[in-house]
């Protein structure tokens, strides 16, 4: 473990802090209600800044930006001449559905009809849509093309845009910005309004849109109904050349193969005899398969596969009878009696019989194979013969009928377009102006809404407050660590209890220095009672499973394990006397050594080597009594994981057992090197140390996953070094009694 697990100074009292935000969900889970409330009671400051940047930019808004008017005209979508005219059969024009109503808004709202507005109503001259011509502005808009030549962009463009294109341009695009277009309530109205400075020039516009549109709706009818007559013209005279080659050519062919009296089913392939020959196939087939199936049977199972056969049947039975027979007189006589040779014999000739018989039938079996095989290859032979044979014979007349059907096709299309021409031009729809929009309310100028500035002002402080509150959730998610025990619990399926963080207290001396026996100098803190509930639970194991040795782990170095595996150990000692040794098997770091056993020489490596020198090699702690046994080295050693799995490492721990009630070992980081592997197979309980705020949940789940071995021995989870703050926060709701008991 890293040294930042014992980063206290040297000096008096110690005092703690404790418990995380009970709301606070762990990142990368799901945030529940509950999880972003507690989040945003933690980090407070993000939704009281959104607010303060939210109104000062609502306020700024206000000040700064001109205030627009806005003028709506409505359009009606009326088909009502339509009707008329389909009903007494003067046009044939279907009525607006859904979809044609959805899209007449972005025909509004599109540059069709905001270019022919801006033009007519000269508004590329007006300063409200393209700035006044020597504004402050053109300063700006020269230096922004100076900087657009410095790297390359536009040069070439700006010379080749004439000056009034541009302007119309930027126009089409402010006013296109400043129109609204939607559907009202009734499904075939639509409203258009218009923003603008001023309040007669917003409705002036909203009904120049709306003429225009009408305008434009009507002579795209006209224009489109010239379109199609022209259209249908010119293909009735495609289809009337096509379908005169089809006929001319299907002509020739028949009299090129003397076709011109050819019947309808004349030479066509005879169906019947072809199904029978096709039957005659698949029958051969089936019998060939069956055949083959008997002899593979044969040619696998040998003569036991034969079955069915009268004679077989009947040898088999009488050397079955012969068997019984010369058992049971074998057992009453002996087997060397005239009477069992005789019968052996005679059970010799009947099963040469058998084989005999087994063989014949399956040398029948091979001829009724090949006998299916060349049946099956005649008939396929005569089936492809007659396929090419009608094949050869019907080839012309099929060519024939489809000449004959691509003929009638063309004809009967020529026929249906010609019909639908003769219709457009009796009735010439095309000289009707029907006309199906009118403006149902013209615009008219509004007075100002004096509500609009404080909507822009309520708008901006809630606009604040949600991002602020999304940035203070969003930065809990993105932290990807664990901040409540149900969090853990809920991403591990372990138990997990809160260990506050320790720290020093100048205002008061102690006994100790060291923070690895802070449970002796703070018996009635809070930090010491999540510690007897760790404790508890060990004792209920002990007394059930005889558990002794426990192994403190966590995912990285500098979570606090150390601190935690002499406390517990400490603690145990102090509150039941029992024997207890901590062990230093960390033999990379050695941070447990240091603390508690500095000026040691020998220890873990030297009792492996002989188990019998436990009792010599241990450091007592003089206050609390506590057995340490360190690991004394100058450097790490290169085999330190097959040290700790090794026979010695077992033997050593049985050594132990015998002597001591509790062993607590402290094992290097699950992540860091893979000792915790090896010696886990001699450790009867395990505690995970997970450092609060700080280690990732997907660092703690990958190690979980890493040691999958040691899950079902978990007594439990520690989320060490919790903040002091989010405790207060997070358990404000059990009010102030709560804390009685606990003295820092």
Known sequence: MDARNNDFPLQSEYHYTSGPDAAASSAGSSLGITDILGTLRREWR??????????????????????????????????????????????????????????????????????????????????????????????????????????????HSDGAIDPDAARELIAVENFLKRLTVWREDVANVISVTFASEDPNKAANIANTIADTYIATTLETKLRSTKLVSQWLQDRLMELKVQATDADRALQNYKIANNLVNAGAGKGLLNNEQLANLNTQLTNARVALTEAKARLDNVNQMGGEAITGNEALTKLRSEYRDLASKASELEVSVGPGHFAVVKLRKRMDELRKSIQDEERRIADSYANEYQIAKTRESELSAAMAQSMGEAGTTSQAQVKMRELESSADTLRNLYNSFLQKYKEINTIQTETIPVQNARILTRAAPVPKNSKKALAMLAGGIVAGLLLGAGAAVGKEWAADVFRTPRAVEAATGIPCVILPKVQPNPERRTKSILVEEFVLDAPYSRFTESLRNIKALINTAHLGDGVKVIGIVSSVPKEGKTTIAANLAALIIAS????????????????????????????????????????????????????????????????????????????????????????????????????????????????????????????????????????????????????????????????????????E
């Open 46 to 155: 993000f939704p009281m800044y959104g607010c303060l940047i939210g109104l000062m930019l609502g306020l700024t808004y206000v000040a700064f930006a001109p205030t627009l008017y806005k003028s709506s005209a409505r359009i009606l979508l009326d088909r009502s001449v339509t009707k008329y005219l389909q009903t007494n059969k003067i046009a044939d024009d279907p009525t607006y559905d859904e979809a044609e109503i959805a899209s007449q808004v972005y025909i509004l709202s599109s540059e069709s009809i905001a270019v022919p507005v801006v033009r007519s109503m000269n508004l590329a001259n007006d300063s409200e849509f393209v700035g006044p011509p020597d504004a402050g502005g053109g300063l700006i808009r020269q230096a922004m093309k100076l900087a657009k030549r410095l790297v390359g962009w536009g040069d």
């Open 576 to 743: 039941s006397g029992a024997r207890t040794l901590l062990i230093d098997s960390d033999v990379h770091l050695r941070n447990l050594t240091a603390r508690l056993a500095p000026d040691a020489r020998e220890g873990l490596i030297e009792a492996l080597v002989d188990p019998s020198r436990l009792p010599t090699l241990v450091c007592r702690r003089r206050r609390s009594g506590l057995d340490v046994l360190p690991c004394a080295l100058s450097a790490r050693l290169p085999n330190a994981a097959e040290l700790l799995g090794s026979p010695e490492m077992e033997q050593l721990l049985a050594v132990a057992r015998k002597t001591y009630d509790y062993i607590v070992i402290e094992i290097a980081p699950i992540m860091s090197v893979v000792d915790v592997k090896m010696i886990e197979r001699f450790i009867d309980r395990f505690l995970f140390v997970v450092e609060w705020g700080q280690t990732k949940r997907s660092l703690v789940l990958e190690a979980l996953s890493e040691a999958e071995i040691i899950r079902e021995r978990l007594v439990g989870v520690l989320l060490n070094k919790v903040d002091p703050v989010s405790l207060r926060m997070a358990e404000a709701y059990k009010g102030d009694r709560f804390g009685d008991y606990y003295i």
